[in-house]
């Protein structure tokens, strides 16, 4: 049996050994209103610890007959309220999405906020579409994840729930006739190898925000269609606090890319009031028929939002 373990050309790997996915923990905190524990989880399909029963490592063995798909939309997104990111992507994401902050035992993880209401992305429309101009790098190797075994080697997974993993021959094979991983799974592979060094460099990042307290808490106030309700849970940089550092500080920050990230934070807090308008225009399509031809018309009226 082959196993697609990155950086060991080690097989003794068992097919079914449980894996640790390489994302963030579930976060456990308590929130009012959305982002509970399992939302995060559910966001990064994981549960720490456990074979996840959709989560396959790739091989030989179960997957040189099987062919996979290229995902066509997002709903396999469509209920994740927050989705972690990577600091090496902060500056495109701050272009089109808000970012935030959540605790995680005692440190922080960074996240782009996606929805207002528990278990809703906003930015996935009901066809499955990408409202905004940036998807994060968490959904871009779907249904391809890479996790961790027991041994603590690195090892390529397939979501065998995604729908997009079949027989026949449509789609594109794993394996090349000589029995090696294709130049398309190759990419892939590369690719999650790099979001997992750089999210240790998030990691770090976020824990020098909070070394030099500059992390405080983000209470938003939505006024919704159905009314105003509080989004609690997130924080964001405290931009006095961060003003007011000593110039050595601020080249520490800097040097580590912490200072970069704090300010793209704070850039991204402007995306906000687009999200609100996206969920009252959505909760008015409710009690309607659904158009046709998306209208994003609304995103240009002015929010009704308060930042805390």
């Known amino acids: 049996m082959l196993l697609l373990r990155l950086g060991s050309g080690k097989n ?42 959709a989560i396959k490592p790739l091989s030989r063995e179960f997957h040189a007959g099987k062919r996979w798909l290229r995902y066509a939309g997002y709903p396999f997104a469509a209920a994740d309220t927050i989705c972690p990111l990577v600091v090496q992507e902060v500056t495109r994401a701050m272009l089109s999405l808000p970012i935030a902050f959540v605790p995680q035992n005692d440190a922080f993880v960074l996240v782009a ?36 075994s027991a041994d603590n080697q690195q090892v ?15 789609g594109e094979p794993f394996f090349d ?9 190759s990419e892939i592979m590369t690719f999650l190898t790099q979001i997992a060094s750089n999210r240790l460099s998030t990691a770090q990042i976020c824990a020098q925000l909070q070394q030099f307290q500059l992390l405080q808490p ?7 269609a159905a009314g105003p309700h509080n989004v609690q849970g997130l924080y964001r940089i405290d931009e006095p606090a961060l003003n007011k550092l000593p ?29 609100t308008r996206v969920l009252i225009h959505e909760q008015q399509l409710a009690t309607k028929p659904m158009p046709k031809e998306l209208d994003l018309d609304f995103l240009n009226d002015s929010g009704n939002i308060n930042f805390g």
């Open 177 to 185: 006739d000589a029995g090696n991983p294709t130049a398309a799974v």
């Open 113 to 148: 906020l996606q929805g207002l209401e528990q278990g809703k992305n906003l930015l996935v429309t009901a066809d499955g579409r990408w409202r905004s101009g940036y998807v994060p790098a968490h959904y871009r190797s779907f249904p391809f994840q890479l996790a961790t």
């Open 247 to 275: 110039a050595d500080d601020l080249m520490t920050l800097r040097d580590s890319g912490a200072l970069l990230t704090a300010y793209c934070q704070l850039l991204s807090m402007q995306h906000l009031p687009a999200l």
């Open 12 to 53: 003794s790997l068992p097919p079914y050994q449980a894996l640790t996915l390489d994302t963030p923990a579930p976060i456990e905190y308590s929130l009012p209103l959305i982002l509970r524990a399992q939302t995060l989880s559910r966001a990064l399909n994981t549960v720490r610890g456990k074979v996840v029963s």
């Open 218 to 224: 983000w209470p938003i106030t939505v006024q919704a």
């Open 156 to 170: 390529l997974c397939v979501n065998e729930d995604s729908g997009l993993i079949v027989d026949g021959t449509e």
